[in-house]
């Protein structure tokens, strides 16, 4: 038997259980101050082009928003989970111009793309700028589309299998809070890796490509071996060059031009191929 919950203000940190990246982020105000809170409403918003872009939610009155508007700079921290109470030091409401690191055991290091400082103590992160923002009224709060400028990690964290990295950074996963005092967390030690079933053989083989429009041959066999998941992103954005070169058909150029346009090689397609 199932109940139905009343909805109530704060229901995600009522009743609705959400695990969250936990993250630091990193800003300066417009006298050039640091500023450091933490945030996890941050998500990929676009994996495939050039400009890859991240997404996130602020509250209109944090200082974070505020630096981010002004400046279009921050600095997204993953701080391991042996930090979580310097974490939660930096969440704690100081006025304006003070900063939360000070009573904290991070360390400030120079980012190498944006002026904002990185945390040292952070295994993994992201430089990013301000691409778009978008605010709302109801309810107040800022909506950031940024690129993403760099991906810093610790040195030897790139040459490691995923599974090494997620247990080697040691993120502790936000369960959410409760009271907007109590905040719960829990630590990736129990690492578990599902693979996914080969599609049925047609997918696989190409046959149901879900085009919109005209296909050449060549252009045709040149997606074939990209698996379905992958292929389905990529035939959009093939179709819509053809659509901006005014062509009634897809050629294998225009595919060309894709994977030119989205930094795309055929060492990136292999990745995908055999699943590493
Ligand atoms: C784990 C955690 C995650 C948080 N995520 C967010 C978030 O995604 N968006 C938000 O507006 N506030 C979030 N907060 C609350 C802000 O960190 C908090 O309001 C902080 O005081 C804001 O500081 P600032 O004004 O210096 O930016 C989070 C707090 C914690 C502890």
Redesign the pocket.
């Known amino acids: 038997m199932k109940v139905e919950i009343p909805i109530r203000p704060f229901w995600y940190s009522d009743i609705w259980i959400f695990p969250?990246l936990?993250?630091i982020?990193t800003?300066l105000d417009k006298q050039g101050r640091v500023?450091?809170?933490?945030?996890?409403?941050?998500m990929q918003y676009d994996v495939m082009h050039k400009n890859p872009r991240m997404y996130?939610?602020?509250?209109l009155?944090?200082?974070?928003?505020?630096?981010i508007a002004a400046t279009g700079e921050f600095v997204i921290n993953c701080p391991p989970a042996d930090y979580l109470e310097d974490?939660?030091e930096?969440?704690?409401?100081?006025d304006?111009g003070v900063c939360?690191l000070d009573n904290t055991r991070f360390t400030q290091i120079p980012s190498l793309k944006v002026k904002p400082p990185s945390l040292e103590e952070c295994g993994q992160i992201m430089e990013c700028t301000v691409d778009q923002i978008y605010e709302l009224e109801h309810p107040r709060?800022g909506h950031v589309i940024a690129k993403i400028e760099a991906i810093v990690v610790d040195e030897g964290h790139e040459k490691m299998s995923r599974a090494e990295r997620i247990k080697a950074l040691n993120m502790p996963i936000?369960m959410g809070?409760e009271r907007r005092t109590d905040?719960f967390?829990t630590f990736a030690d129990r690492l578990v890796m599902h693979k996914l079933e080969d599609p049925p053989s047609a997918v696989a083989m190409g046959e149901k490509i879900p085009t919109t429009m005209e296909w050449d041959h060549d252009a045709l066999e040149a997606i074939k071996p990209i698996p379905p998941g992958v292929r389905k992103m990529i035939i959009p954005q093939v179709e819509d060059i053809a659509k901006r070169a005014s062509a009634k058909r897809v050629t294998n150029e225009h595919y060309l031009q894709m994977m030119k346009e989205s930094d795309m090689d055929e060492a990136i397609l292999e990745r995908f191929r055999s699943g590493g």
């Open positions: 969250k936990i993250t982020i800003t500023n450091a809170a933490p945030y996890s409403h941050i996130l939610g602020f509250r009155t944090s200082h974070t928003y505020e630096n974490l939660m930096t969440a704690v409401f100081h304006e939360e709060q936000g809070d905040y967390y």
